[in-house]
């Protein structure tokens, strides 16, 4: 028998995060360990910069998180654990990357063939 539980906030499975290759660092261009640290609820992850002048994925300790919000305050979103990830994993256009990836793949020659 199988079931399920509907939980108050996402989650992630250490598999997707840790494993080698690490398939989320991978899709997000972010290390395991910054993504460990987002998830385990020991940095922010920056997923909506605003007008703060940070990069989109750009982690924050608690006090430069509170820095900024002091500054910008409700003008930029920045999120910890599973669900800053689940937000940024949700603007990923897959059929875009697709795209990309097989326009490389078409284009790359000798050794970048062989990496792709």
């Given at each position: 028998r199988m079931g399920h539980?509907?939980?108050?906030?996402?989650?992630?499975?250490i598999w997707y995060f840790k494993g080698i290759p690490s398939r989320m660092g991978l899709l997000l261009d972010?290390?395991?360990?910054?993504?460990?640290?987002?998830?385990?609820?020991a940095s922010y992850v920056v997923v909506d910069p605003g007008p703060t002048g940070l990069e989109k994925k750009?982690?924050?300790?608690e006090a430069e998180f509170r820095?900024?919000?002091?500054?910008?305050?409700?003008?930029?979103?920045?999120k910890m654990g599973a669900e800053g990830i689940k937000d940024l994993l949700?603007?990923?256009?897959?059929?875009?990357?697709?795209?990309?990836l097989r326009?490389?793949?078409?284009?790359?020659?000798?050794?970048r063939l062989t990496r792709a």
């Open positions: 539980i509907e939980l108050a906030a996402p989650v992630s499975h972010m290390s395991p360990r910054a993504l460990e640290e987002v998830i385990y609820f750009t982690l924050l300790s820095d900024y919000y002091d500054k910008y305050p409700g003008q930029f979103v920045a949700e603007e990923i256009d897959l059929d875009e990357e697709l795209k990309l326009d490389e793949l078409e284009s790359a020659t000798g050794q």
